[in-house]
């Protein structure tokens, strides 16, 4: 190697190094502006056993770059077994997992304890990103997918990041169910995200077709991070279909819930008549119904905003999958498919090829989708973002409200794991949804990105569009 070679690899090092270290600051600090403004008797709270309390949430972003750094050096060690033991989610490779529903019956570690374990964590990191070598294979021993399993060092701490900014957005549902309207942001809250919404009538149930009877590439194509759920690229055929233009809306699912859609089993899936029965669900999580002074019934919701009418212009939100798909069978409809879906988000027919994003691949911008930097802690009305479009003509796929899909979460074919049991633990009884949230941060969403929940949960931000056959087929 030259002394040209080394120069210009030691400067690829160096400006990587600085690549890791800004965003792992920003988030960081993102973490810390999120719990800036809660009082300390907020963190200690879990108001249900699908939620986690908040100092948990901040002792575990940090405790995963614990685990992530004893990857890839053997000779680091966890801090203090007592923290170690609550803020271990459900890793077996590092022990016994603290019970989830029993977080906020601890009262140890404290709050004052753990936001100190976040300040050390963040200062052993900055060294450890400093003081190691970045492309250094990691080989998980306890992975199951061998060799090929392999990551750099530098993959794994990118991830450790990313990691965070999921955690960040189960804190905005976990902050929502907790204080709702009385969580203050540490920025002032943005009044509106509508630059450009249309009138409900001219919107509402629209359809753009997609053209089919071909295959198309699916999975992450760009050059930047991703999860090891959304590789391989690979080929999947699909027919021409019908997709809604934007989410199903508070308004056209008022109609289902008007039409008796709650009170029969007719379009529903058997499990999901089950929870209706059961939970007695009657309409979306959130949702109360209110009679006005003509003793109307009226329904309301609160969330960030407090608590008032539901807005019929903005998409549907905190809704299971049984939910999705029973509002679907009622409109002579289905879920897309998650390859449906990205090909309608990201497929521009034009130039023969697969963007990043709906709009291409520049990164998110607050007048092109509602992501946690908007700001706006809510959704937007739908035709808020006409920049945002996609090259087939939908919008609002990104940001605003989780999309659920009909596709089981499983692995791509050829699917490697990146970081043993942190995705690949979970293909099993998960339905994937795609698009994120206005509490996802912009930095960890792309079109090929693709969360997972359970069939009959609702706590977290999510909607769906409606999808059909094509009928000219």
């Given at each position: 190697?030259?002394?040209?070679?080394?120069?210009?690899?030691?400067?690829?090092?160096?400006?990587?190094?600085?690549?890791?270290?800004?965003?792992?600051?920003?988030?960081?600090?993102?973490?810390?502006?999120?719990?800036?403004?809660?009082?300390?008797?907020?963190?200690?709270?879990?108001?249900?056993?699908?939620t986690?309390?908040?100092?948990?949430?901040?002792?575990?972003?940090?405790?995963?770059?614990?685990?992530?750094m004893?990857?890839?050096?053997?000779?680091?060690?966890?801090?203090?077994?007592?923290?170690?033991?609550?803020?271990?989610?459900?890793?077996?490779?590092?022990?016994?997992?603290?019970?989830?529903?029993?977080?906020?019956?601890?009262?140890?570690?404290?709050?004052?304890?753990?936001?100190?374990?976040?300040d050390?964590?963040?200062?052993?990191?900055?060294?450890?990103?400093?003081?190691?070598?970045?492309?250094?294979?990691?080989?998980?021993?306890?992975?199951?997918?061998?060799?090929?399993?392999?990551?750099?060092?530098?993959?794994?701490?990118?991830?450790?990041?990313?990691?965070?900014?999921q955690?960040?957005?189960?804190?905005?549902?976990?902050?929502?169910?907790?204080?709702?309207?009385?969580y203050?942001?540490?920025?002032?809250?943005?009044?509106?995200?509508?630059?450009?919404?249309r009138?409900?009538?001219?919107?509402?149930?629209?359809?753009?077709?997609?053209?089919?009877?071909?295959?198309?590439?699916?999975?992450?194509?760009?050059?930047?991070?991703?999860?090891?759920?959304?590789?391989?690229?690979?080929?999947?055929?699909?027919?021409?279909?019908?997709?809604?233009?934007?989410?199903?809306?508070?308004?056209?699912?008022l109609?289902?819930?008007?039409?008796?859609?709650?009170?029969?089993?007719?379009?529903?899936?058997?499990?999901?008549?089950?929870?209706?029965?059961?939970?007695?669900?009657?309409?979306?999580m959130?949702?109360?119904?209110?009679?006005?002074?003509?003793?109307?019934d009226?329904?309301?919701?609160?969330?960030?905003?407090?608590?008032?009418?539901?807005?019929?212009?903005?998409?549907?939100?905190?809704?299971?999958?049984?939910?999705?798909?029973?509002?679907?069978?009622?409109?002579?409809?289905?879920?897309?498919?998650?390859?449906?879906?990205?090909?309608?988000?990201?497929?521009d027919?034009?130039?023969?090829?697969?963007?990043?994003?709906?709009?291409?691949?520049?990164?998110?911008?607050?007048?092109?989708?509602?992501?946690?930097e908007?700001?706006?802690?809510?959704c937007?009305?739908?035709?808020?973002?006409?920049?945002?479009?996609?090259?087939?003509?939908?919008?609002?796929?990104?940001?605003?409200?989780?999309?659920?899909?009909?596709?089981?979460?499983?692995?791509?074919?050829?699917?490697?794991?990146?970081?043993?049991?942190?995705?690949?633990?979970w293909?099993?009884?998960?339905?994937?949804?795609?698009?994120?949230?206005?509490?996802?941060?912009?930095?960890?969403?792309?079109?090929?990105?693709?969360?997972?929940?359970?069939?009959?949960?609702?706590w977290?931000?999510?909607?769906?569009?409606?999808?059909?056959?094509?009928?000219?087929?």
């Amino acid at each position: 190697m030259t002394t040209q070679d080394l120069a210009a690899d030691n400067i690829g090092t160096t400006q990587e190094r600085a690549r890791i270290l800004s965003l792992f600051r920003d988030t960081r600090a993102r973490t810390l502006d999120l719990v800036s403004t809660l009082k300390e008797d907020d963190f200690v709270v879990q108001t249900a056993f699908f939620t986690s309390p908040i100092k948990w949430h901040v002792g575990h972003v940090s405790w995963i770059y614990e685990a992530v750094m004893g990857k890839i050096d053997s000779q680091y060690g966890f801090a203090t077994d007592e923290i170690s033991a609550y803020l271990n989610s459900y890793y077996q490779q590092f022990g016994t997992p603290h019970d989830k529903g029993r977080r906020g019956a601890v009262s140890r570690p404290t709050t004052r304890e753990l936001l100190a374990y976040f300040d050390a964590v963040s200062a052993k990191v900055e060294n450890f990103v400093a003081t190691h070598e970045l492309d250094t294979t990691v080989l998980d021993s306890d992975s199951s997918s061998g060799d090929a399993g392999a990551r750099p060092a530098r993959y794994l701490l990118e991830m450790g990041i990313h990691h965070e900014c999921q955690h960040q957005e189960l804190m905005v549902y976990d902050l929502q169910h907790l204080l709702a309207d009385r969580y203050t942001p540490a920025s002032p809250r943005t009044a509106s995200g509508a630059t450009g919404a249309r009138a409900a009538s001219d919107t509402f149930g629209g359809m753009v077709r997609i053209e089919g009877r071909r295959l198309y590439d699916i999975g992450y194509n760009g050059r930047g991070y991703c999860y090891d759920v959304e590789l391989p690229e690979h080929k999947v055929y699909l027919e021409p279909y019908m997709i809604g233009v934007y989410p199903v809306t508070n308004g056209e699912f008022l109609k289902f819930i008007e039409a008796g859609g709650y009170k029969t089993y007719r379009y529903w899936l058997s499990d999901g008549w089950e929870k209706v029965r059961s939970e007695g669900w009657e309409a979306p999580m959130y949702w109360t119904r209110d009679g006005d002074d003509n003793n109307e019934d009226n329904w309301y919701v609160r969330n960030f905003s407090g608590y008032a009418r539901i807005n019929e212009s903005e998409p549907v939100s905190h809704v299971s999958y049984y939910e999705a798909d029973a509002y679907c069978r009622w409109a002579g409809s289905r879920l897309p498919t998650e390859a449906e879906w990205e090909i309608a988000a990201c497929w521009d027919g034009a130039r023969q090829k697969k963007t990043i994003y709906p709009w291409g691949d520049s990164p998110p911008a607050p007048d092109r989708c509602n992501l946690m930097e908007s700001n706006l802690w809510g959704c937007s009305e739908i035709g808020s973002y006409p920049d945002g479009v996609s090259a087939s003509g939908c919008q609002q796929m990104m940001g605003d409200v989780w999309e659920w899909t009909s596709s089981e979460f499983v692995g791509y074919p050829g699917f490697q794991s990146g970081f043993d049991e942190y995705n690949d633990k979970w293909f099993a009884n998960q339905k994937v949804l795609r698009g994120g949230s206005f509490g996802t941060p912009a930095v960890s969403i792309r079109g090929s990105y693709r969360n997972f929940f359970r069939l009959d949960e609702r706590w977290m931000i999510s909607g769906f569009r409606c999808a059909r056959d094509d009928d000219n087929t």
